[in-house]
């Protein structure tokens, strides 16, 4: 029998296109429900494939802080969620349920 070779999975890797981030991001937001530290964590993949540090210079936060903040186990503040959104080049939308 054959060894198989698996590895973690990154949906960071994933994300090339505007198109695939903004799908992403919109799916990450219908799933979360009310779960803050899953929209934190979408944010840190999405910020990740765009690179972190531009990221950080972007927000004017400290790139360890960003890791750890959307990393899913920290708990930014919203508006730090809201500078990551910006500088991400996003924007959320709020229509009724």
């Given at each position: 029998?054959?060894?198989?070779?698996?590895?973690?999975?990154?949906?960071?890797?994933?994300?090339q296109t505007e198109e695939d981030i903004v799908a992403y991001f919109d799916a990450c937001l219908e799933e979360a429900g009310d779960d803050p530290a899953f929209i934190a964590h979408a944010l840190g993949v999405i910020a990740r494939a765009r690179g972190m540090s531009q990221v950080a210079r972007d927000t004017g936060l400290a790139r360890e802080s960003l890791?750890?903040?959307?990393?899913?186990?920290?708990?930014?503040?919203?508006?730090?969620?809201?500078?990551?959104?910006?500088?991400l080049g996003l924007k959320l939308h709020v229509s009724a349920a």
């Amino acid at each position: 029998m054959e060894t198989v070779k698996l590895r973690k999975w990154d949906s960071a890797e994933h994300l090339q296109t505007e198109e695939d981030i903004v799908a992403y991001f919109d799916a990450c937001l219908e799933e979360a429900g009310d779960d803050p530290a899953f929209i934190a964590h979408a944010l840190g993949v999405i910020a990740r494939a765009r690179g972190m540090s531009q990221v950080a210079r972007d927000t004017g936060l400290a790139r360890e802080s960003l890791y750890k903040a959307l990393s899913g186990e920290g708990n930014p503040e919203f508006g730090t969620i809201l500078k990551v959104v910006k500088a991400l080049g996003l924007k959320l939308h709020v229509s009724a349920a």
